[in-house]
């Protein structure tokens, strides 16, 4: 196990009803905010307008900041960012899913830094301070309501980045389980494949002495899994399928199943440049991208892979070969995002196979990705292919 | 899943050396310090002084205040708040396991507040203020390194009492599990059984929609006691086996594995008497409890017990007889217990049977005890009579 240090500091209020809570919680931090969302579906069902309410009992005033898209835009955080300076704006309310908060969490360090906030994502600067940032979660994904991390896409490449910092973390997240009960399917699915996608990425180190967070991880997966076959049976609004997968999300990307460990992170690597050529969701994308990165590094660390099967999809544990039970394993995963609609090849997004090459240079733009197994250009090119087979 | 809210401050910095860092952390938070601890194997083994070499380079000025007893006394506690009035003190370091953090959580929150302390044990008063606390661990069982928590005799009973208040969770905690290699075999299995105990007193809850939970606590007592094993199979320097358990221990008490359920906690409520009158370690006492607790509660929502021993014991998980299978886990578990040198029966640790019913009136004196099953007076006779077998 790997010397680790781990502090988190986000105020998680759970449960029914908590978006009630959200003026009295920003009321300690803040007189004046930016309401930041994407306009949608937030305003339709009438979340937004209870959550002005509560603001206004509190007496919190706000700015408000929609159109945060999916893939959330560098112009939008600089935007975000102008208004925050010149109406003197104290902290960053978002409302909606990992690109609301991601994009919140940019404009938070943007506004108290003096350089471009791309320079973050860009890892020429670190930021080890930002306004704070408060979210009411609407859907069950990304895990940013209490992570470090933001992803933010630069329409002039484009370019799709991430920045990690402990300061990003925000200082309360609400989840409300009954919000998420009319997300459209795909979105769900998207979700699900995000917050296991954030597991396994964990999961696959090198470093061999885990258990604990082994059986952590495992356990998590194994909860999504059974509870996304729940919502897919016709339990959209099961509350307690909806809750199992919603704090399994958060805490898939936490931190805490990075402790003593090391992630291998290729995935993500490899779908942020699906997602910033071809605009796929990301959980889309990684559906698309795992299975393929397990399949190419099917002979690296196979008994590892073999216990992800038999701990997760449940082959049978007693192996006779490793190598077999890992096979199966991911074809168990496949048929799981099949079932819940998601693609698992190119074809299935309507992803075009000439664009590999250019993919697989954009991903190891800052050098080989991966910590499992290191992946040059070539292997980059050699995981595309195997997802778009 | 019920309500919830979760937020855990204490920065945890685990790993080989770390203690050295205490002085730049304490630094962060005090100029003068009450650097709390037993004044016996610590000191012997130079921990204490590393600690005071790294507080002077931080230019961090202490006050010792040493004498920290296992069941630590509400009389010491007393001295350290004086000292910390009458030095001006601003934060309480404490050295070892779960007695001096407990002692350095109750003379930190009666430093600052203008109640007699024990009225915060006596539930006369709540603390929403207290010193920071800093600690290095150095018996992992309690999980008082970033618990709410804090548990303290008092010798005029006696009186073993707990009190539960967010602001006693510590602003930073070390951990170095090299530091447990020289821990005797008693106090390593009374720091597992302890931490095996509080997961129990979580996982079983009437709460019947908290899979990840479940889940969670399964993965750290199998991890617990797999790693038990090692350390009692010539593993004492076994870094990694000692790692494991010691972050299970805190991962064991820190809120996450309470989310969405409540615990039940009449074990802890019926060892505390066998405590305060008979002075028997925690663990030890928890040892003796919990399977009388069990067997009691045999037939009390036995899909439960037989879930535990199917996946924490191993028991075959197909059952035709939840309580065969349930009654199996528990001699699998005293079994354990057993093995790691811990007593099961009052014989094994010399508890006079004719105390009983004086122990019972006490263990019920603010009402009945467990929420898995509340516990009257002749109920607390009944399963201290189980455990007297």
Redesign the interface.
């Known amino acids: 196990?790997?010397?680790?240090?781990?502090?988190?500091?986000?105020?998680?209020?759970?449960?029914?009803?908590?978006e009630e809570r959200v003026g009295s919680e920003t009321a300690q931090y803040a007189k004046r905010v930016l309401l930041h969302h994407s306009g949608g579906s937030a305003v339709r069902s009438g979340l937004i307008g209870r959550i002005q309410d509560s603001l206004k009992k509190a007496r919190v005033e706000w700015v408000e900041l929609t159109g945060v898209l999916p893939n959330p835009r560098l112009s939008l955080v600089r935007k975000g960012i102008e208004i925050v300076k010149n109406e003197k704006l104290e902290m960053i309310l978002a409302v909606g899913g990992g690109s609301a908060i991601d994009s919140s969490k940019a404009i938070a360090a943007g506004a108290v830094n003096d350089c471009d906030v791309w320079d973050f994502f860009d890892r020429k600067k670190t930021a080890d301070k930002a306004l704070p940032v408060g979210t009411v979660l609407t859907i069950p994904a990304a895990g940013s309501e209490s992570s470090i991390s933001s992803v933010i896409t630069n329409e002039e490449g484009p370019w799709k980045r991430g920045m990690n910092f402990q300061c990003l973390r925000p200082a309360f997240s609400i989840m409300n389980p009954e919000l998420t009960y009319t997300l459209p399917p795909y979105q769900t699915a998207c979700g699900i494949t995000d917050m296991l996608a954030h597991i396994m990425e964990r999961y696959f180190t090198k470093e061999p002495?885990v258990?604990?967070t082994d059986?952590?991880c495992?356990?998590?997966m194994?909860?999504i899994i059974?509870?996304a076959r729940k919502v897919f049976s016709g339990g959209e609004n099961n509350?307690?399928a909806r809750?199992?997968i919603m704090?399994?999300g958060a805490?898939a990307h936490n931190g805490?199943l990075d402790?003593?460990r090391i992630g291998d992170w290729a995935s993500h690597a490899l779908d942020h440049e699906l997602s910033a050529l071809f605009d796929i969701a990301h959980g889309a994308g990684l559906a698309i991208m795992f299975p393929a990165w397990i399949r190419y590094n099917i002979k690296e660390n196979t008994p590892r892979l073999a216990r992800f099967a038999a701990k997760v999809w449940g082959v049978d544990g007693a192996f006779y070969d490793y190598e077999q039970a890992a096979l199966e394993g991911v074809i168990r995963m496949e048929n799981f995002f099949k079932s819940i609609g998601m693609p698992i090849r190119f074809a299935d997004a309507n992803i075009d196979p000439a664009r590999i090459p250019e993919m697989a240079e954009r991903a190891v733009h800052f050098g080989p990705v991966g910590n499992y197994r290191k992946l040059d250009e070539k292997d980059a090119v050699a995981v595309y292919n195997l997802a778009a087979k």
Chains 1, 2 share one sequence.
């Open positions: 196990m790997q010397n680790f240090e781990y502090c988190n500091k986000t105020k998680i209020i759970f449960g029914k009803g908590t002495n258990e604990l059986e952590l495992e356990g998590a194994r909860t059974r509870n509350y307690d809750a199992e704090w399994a805490i805490l402790t003593g």
